[in-house]
C-alpha cells in the first residue's frame, strides 16, 4: 500500500509518499480503508524524531482516521464490510489502510463526510477527558481555555457550552473571532494583555474552576492566580516550556487547587476505549443534531503533506488540518 513514510527524521521536507506493507487485521481489529486522517502537534514531533510511538503501536504517523471498513477481524461483531468508521489510533493513520480495535471505531454519522469525520477524534476525546474526566467542570462553573482556536481548544469550547459551562479563552489576534463564533463568552488576545489581568477583571475577581493549558511553564503561576477556590488545572502540552523558576505553593494549598497532566496516546487500551464509548454515547447524537461540530482550518491532498506540517508548525489554523488520502 501507499503510506507517508519520514525518510529521516527532521523537517517537514522529509515526508514522502512511499510504499508500506499492508496491515493485517487481528481478533477484534477492522481493516479500514483510510479516506482522511488529520495532523497533531505529535505528528510534527514524531517526525522529527522527539517522539517515538508506543509500544506495539505502528512506526506511521497519523493518529485518526475516517474510512470505510475492508475487512472484519476474527472475533469482530459490531462491524462488517462497507461500514464507515472513525476513530483513534496510536499510530499509522498516514497510509492507504490503517488497523482499529473495533471498540475504538465509532460509525460515521450520515451527515458528516470523511474529511469532517477525520477532524473529530483526537481533539474531541482529548477536550472530553479534560473537561469531564479530569477537570470534572459542572454544569454553571467557568473555564478557561488556553490555545482555543487550536484544535483541541475549538473542541473544548463546544464541549463546554454542551456543559453549559462559561467559557474563557485566549488566543493570539485573527482567532479570537472563531473562538466567540463557538460559543467562547470572552476571547482574550494573550499577545497584547496579560491574560490573567483579562480574567480576574471578567470574573469580577472571582476567577475561574477549570482551566484547560498546554503552554505550561510560561503561564503556570499566572493559572494560579486565576482558578479560584477548589480550582482544576489541566495541563495537555508545554508548548511554551516546560520549567517555573519560582512558584508559591501557598496558592494551591490555600485555594485548595488541583494541578493534573494528562496525555491520551500513552494511555492503556482499556482507557482509551472508555473514554471513546463516553463521548460516542454523548457527543455523537449532538453531532447528529449539528449542535457540535468538527472545525475544520484547511484539507490537504496527502501528497501536499509537507506543507500541511509546515502550516501547522506556523501556528497558522484555527481548528483541524486534514489529510485527504489516496
Ligand atoms: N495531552 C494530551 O492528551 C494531548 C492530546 C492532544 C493534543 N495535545 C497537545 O495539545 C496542544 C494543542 O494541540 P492541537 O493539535 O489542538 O494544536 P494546534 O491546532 O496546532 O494549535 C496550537 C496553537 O497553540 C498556540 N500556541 C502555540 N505555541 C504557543 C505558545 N508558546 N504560547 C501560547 N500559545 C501557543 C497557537 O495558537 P495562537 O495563534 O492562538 O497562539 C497554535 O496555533 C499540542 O501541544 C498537542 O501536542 C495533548
Known amino acids: 500500500m501507499k503510506a507517508i513514510l519520514v525518510k529521516q527524521p527532521g523537517g517537514p521536507e522529509q515526508l514522502i509518499v512511499g510504499d508500506y506493507e499492508k496491515p493485517l487485521p487481528g481478533p477484534y481489529e477492522l481493516l479500514v480503508k483510510v479516506h482522511a486522517t488529520a ?40 462491524y462488517q464490510k462497507g461500514d464507515k468508521v472513525f476513530g483513534l489510533l496510536s499510530g499509522g493513520g498516514y497510509a492507504e489502510y490503517a488497523v482499529i480495535n473495533e471498540e475504538m471505531a465509532m460509525p460515521i454519522p450520515e451527515n458528516l463526510s470523511f474529511e469532517e469525520a477525520a477532524a473529530i477524534p483526537e481533539v474531541f476525546l482529548t477536550a472530553w477527558q479534560a473537561l469531564v474526566w479530569l477537570g470534572k467542570l459542572r454544569h454553571g462553573e467557568r473555564v478557561l481555555i488556553h490555545a482555543g482556536a487550536s484544535g483541541v481548544g475549538t473542541a473544548a469550547i463546544q464541549l463546554a457550552r454542551a456543559l453549559k459551562a462559561e467559557v474563557l479563552v485566549t488566543a493570539s489576534e485573527g482567532k479570537l473571532h472563531a473562538c466567540k463564533e463557538l460559543g467562547a463568552h470572552k476571547a482574550i488576545n494573550y499577545k497584547e494583555v496579560p491574560f490573567e489581568d483579562e480574567v480576574l477583571a471578567y470574573t469580577n475577581s472571582e ?90 482550518d484547511s484539507v490537504y491532498s496527502w501528497e501536499d503533506v509537507a506543507e500541511a506540517h509546515r502550516y501547522m508548525e506556523q501556528n497558522k489554523n484555527v481548528g483541524k488540518i486534514v489529510l485527504r488520502v489516496g
Open 207 to 296: 476567577g475561574v474552576d477549570v482551566i484547560l493549558d498546554f503552554i505550561a511553564g510560561p503561564y503556570f503561576n499566572q493559572n494560579l492566580d486565576c482558578l479560584r477556590l477548589d480550582g482544576r488545572l489541566v495541563i495537555l502540552a508545554s508548548l511554551g516550556g516546560g520549567k517555573v523558576s519560582e512558584v508559591d505553593l501557598r496558592k494551591i494549598l490555600t485555594k485548595r487547587l488541583q494541578v493534573m497532566g494528562s496525555t491520551l496516546r500513552s494511555r492503556t487500551k482499556a482507557y482509551q476505549q472508555e473514554l471513546t464509548k463516553d463521548l460516542s454515547q454523548i457527543a455523537l447524537p449532538l453531532f447528529k443534531e449539528e449542535k457540535l461540530k468538527p472545525v475544520i
Open 39 to 78: 495532523l497533531n502537534r505529535a505528528d510534527t514531533l514524531q517526525r522529527q524524531g522527539k517522539y517515538p510511538p508506543p509500544k506495539g503501536a505502528s512506526p506511521l504517523l497519523g493518529l485518526e482516521i475516517a474510512g470505510m471498513v475492508e475487512e472484519a477481524g476474527f472475533n469482530c461483531t459490531k
